[in-house]
């Protein structure tokens, strides 16, 4: 008896179609995803035991006191609102989004009012905060409103 060797073809897997589903699938992500332009401000957080002197005239000074009436260069504001914080560091500024901003909080204050007057200065265009802390016996100075 002779027996007949079969021939085995070696078996493949055919990655065209797993290539087509992997081009498929980058298409998609890249065509879905959004792009976010997030503000960023830079910030320059107070350090202890230090004294360190900016140059009062060319800066703005946002003070947040315990009971959340901001005031912006010595002028409290009418209300708390971001709109009113917008427009008092437009006039302040006259323009020059190159000035420092310094926040001085009082350690009472509320994260909101905070966080608002963060978020109105990166709204307003400026780049450079600075958070700055206040000696017990030296209080606010407040004059007039916007």
């Given at each position: 008896m002779k027996f007949k060797r079969r021939i085995q073809e070696e078996p493949s897997i055919n990655l065209t179609p797993l290539i087509d589903v992997v081009f498929l699938l980058l298409i998609f992500f890249m065509v879905t995803t959004t792009f976010n332009r997030e503000t960023?401000?830079?910030?320059?957080?107070?350090?202890?035991?230090t004294e360190t002197k900016i140059n009062e005239s060319a800066r703005l000074e946002i003070v947040i006191p315990r009971e959340g009436l901001i005031s912006l260069n010595g002028q409290t504001l009418v209300n708390g609102r971001i709109e009113t914080l917008l427009r008092g560091l437009e006039l302040e500024s006259?323009?020059?989004?190159?000035?420092?901003?310094?926040?001085?909080?009082?350690?009472?204050?509320?994260?909101?009012?905070?966080?608002?007057?963060?978020?109105?200065?990166?709204?307003?265009?400026?780049d450079r905060l600075s958070i700055a802390t206040q000696d017990p016996e030296q209080p606010a100075t407040q004059d007039a409103c916007y």
């Open positions: 960023r401000l830079q910030v320059n957080l107070p350090k202890a035991q006259e323009g020059n989004l190159d000035m420092p901003v310094i926040i001085i909080a009082d350690s009472e204050a509320t994260h909101q009012s905070v966080v608002l007057a963060m978020d109105a200065i990166g709204q307003a265009g400026f």
